[in-house]
């Protein structure tokens, strides 16, 4: 009788643990949902904001041309995956900023589950699933580049599922589709954005020092490394095959060059790039943030070493040689590039925070750990309260100007009566194709009444209206139209004794 009770006991304990781990399961997939959705409706927000120089330029030049097109011509501009995305979706819901827009925002949603993924197969906690999420969540940095017609947040996401695929392969080394999923997931992301061979290169580091600390699975983890680099190089290159076979390796190396010296200007050195990377990357996250993003690495760091589990610093490894063989090979990458970090950063920081907090045994460790995830809950949301609070988003220099209201000005009062003088962006030439403007007349046309004039920051009126604009004599002084979130609309009038002898 007593071993029929002690099996019947093992059974209820094991359902027991069951119906446990299923409700976990359950509050991990409702959180992640949630989080999903809130950041969705955050970055939908964004989305009809201003057109940016790159985006619009990416427009001009590429997405609305044809696939052929997009995929015989090279430049840093053009991430071509994405922009055969945009292309896709111009096609169908036509050329609005949203609508442009759309694929990256679809990527920036996706990247919140998938890097929720990430903690869990990091470190199978609930809490490290969700704090990770919520991060991503409300990263600014994120929040904009989801709402930015460019491919960095597809590119973040492929890297950020490539890093789930590794910690898997640790696990499993004998699974081949994962090997060549990791493989094709790679090639993607080198499609996307070219840099994502950075993050290739960090995780196959990564995946050699698994192989030195095993004993078992040494073999197999070589073995299938070779295969997801075959598949990745092998697969990039066919993707690329149609550019190179068009333009060449000359052009593409002259254009490479071109572009790394226009970047080698605004980043002239490593220091310059890991600082601009680093304040992209808390941006609106007051002081408590970074301090988390530090002190959570670093702790995370030294447990792994302690306990030797090198598969925990996977996110931290890939980065590291990532910046280290860029800074080796002296490329300037822009801030922006290096967001593909910024969730294995978090998910890192949350994993080392979290685990400190659950050293105590007990209730005090259960006290400890509930107390640090509200605390930790907190500080991850402080980006949020700005970002609401902020009428656009723009992490690029100069990047920004609302040409769009005094074109709408313009079209109101006729196209070939006015005459506009702004900070030159293409998002001017995209806003005239949108609107159906041809041209707008300089202001020494006779037939211009009127001129308008966009003023901000980075170029104010008495830089953009004064005695060298020709024709400024024949208009009164410049008066303010309207106030507009980032810069000031000036309306100059043609003086009527000029407009009488016109």
């Not at 580049?145 to 898997?168: C, E, P, W």
Request: charged share 15%.
């Amino acid at each position: 009788m007593s071993e029929k009770y002690d099996r019947l006991r093992a059974c209820d304990d094991m359902f027991a643990a069951d119906r446990a781990r299923q409700e976990t399961t359950r509050w991990i997939i409702a959180g992640v949902i949630g989080l999903t959705l809130l950041g969705a409706a955050v970055r939908w927000r964004f989305l009809d904001q201003p057109m940016r120089y790159d985006e619009a330029y990416n427009y001009l030049n590429y997405s609305s041309r044809s696939p052929g097109y997009i995929v015989t011509h090279y430049v840093p501009n053009n991430h071509v995956l994405h922009t055969l995305m945009v292309s896709a979706v111009r096609r169908v819901l036509g050329s609005s900023p949203p609508a442009l827009r759309l694929p990256a925002f679809l990527a920036g949603v996706l990247l919140i589950p998938a890097t929720a993924w990430l903690g869990w197969v990091l470190s199978r906690r609930r809490d490290v699933t969700l704090l990770s999420a919520l991060g991503v969540c409300v990263s600014s940095a994120l929040i904009e580049y989801s709402s930015n017609s460019r491919g960095y947040s597809l590119l973040t996401l492929f890297a950020v599922i490539a890093t789930v695929l590794t910690l898997q392969l640790m696990a499993t080394p004998s699974r081949r589709r994962l090997w060549v999923a990791w493989g094709v997931v790679g090639a993607l992301g080198a499609f996307a954005v070219p840099v994502m061979l950075l993050i290739v290169s960090g995780l196959t580091v990564a995946l050699l020092i698994a192989a030195f600390f095993s004993r078992r699975e040494k073999e197999k983890l070589f073995r299938g490394l070779f295969i997801g680099l075959a598949v990745c190089a092998l697969l990039t290159v066919g993707l690329y095959s149609p550019i190179l076979l068009s333009e060449g390796l000359d052009k593409l190396s002259g254009t490479r060059q071109m572009a790394e010296g226009i970047l080698a200007t605004q980043i002239p050195t490593l220091g310059n790039m890991l600082q601009s990377t680093w304040q992209l990357w808390i941006r609106d996250a007051a002081i408590a943030g970074p301090v988390v993003l530090v002190v959570g690495c670093a702790a995370l760091l030294l447990l792994s070493m302690r306990q030797l589990t090198p598969e925990r610093v996977v996110p931290l490894v890939a980065g590291v040689v990532a910046l280290a063989i860029a800074g080796i090979l002296g490329l300037p990458l822009p801030a922006r590039t290096w967001l593909m970090l910024l969730p294995l950063l978090l998910v890192s920081a949350v994993a080392g925070v979290c685990t400190l907090s659950s050293a105590a045994d007990g209730y005090r460790r259960s006290f400890r750990s509930g107390v640090v995830t509200v605390l930790l809950a907190i500080v991850v949301s402080f980006p949020l309260f700005t970002v609401l609070r902020r009428p656009f988003l723009c992490a690029e220099p100069n990047g920004l100007v609302e040409v769009e209201p005094a074109l709408d000005e313009c079209h109101a009062y006729g196209s070939k009566r006015c005459a506009l003088i702004a900070r030159y962006t293409p998002a001017t030439a995209y806003y005239l194709r949108q609107k159906g403007i041809d041209a707008l007349p300089p202001p020494t046309s006779p037939a211009t009444e009127r001129v308008f004039i966009v003023a901000d920051g980075n170029r104010s009126l008495e830089q953009l209206w004064h005695n060298g604009v020709d024709g400024f004599e024949a208009y009164a002084s410049p008066q303010v139209s309207r106030q507009l979130s980032e810069c000031t609309l000036y309306l100059a009038e043609r003086l009527p004794a000029q407009a009488s002898a016109r």
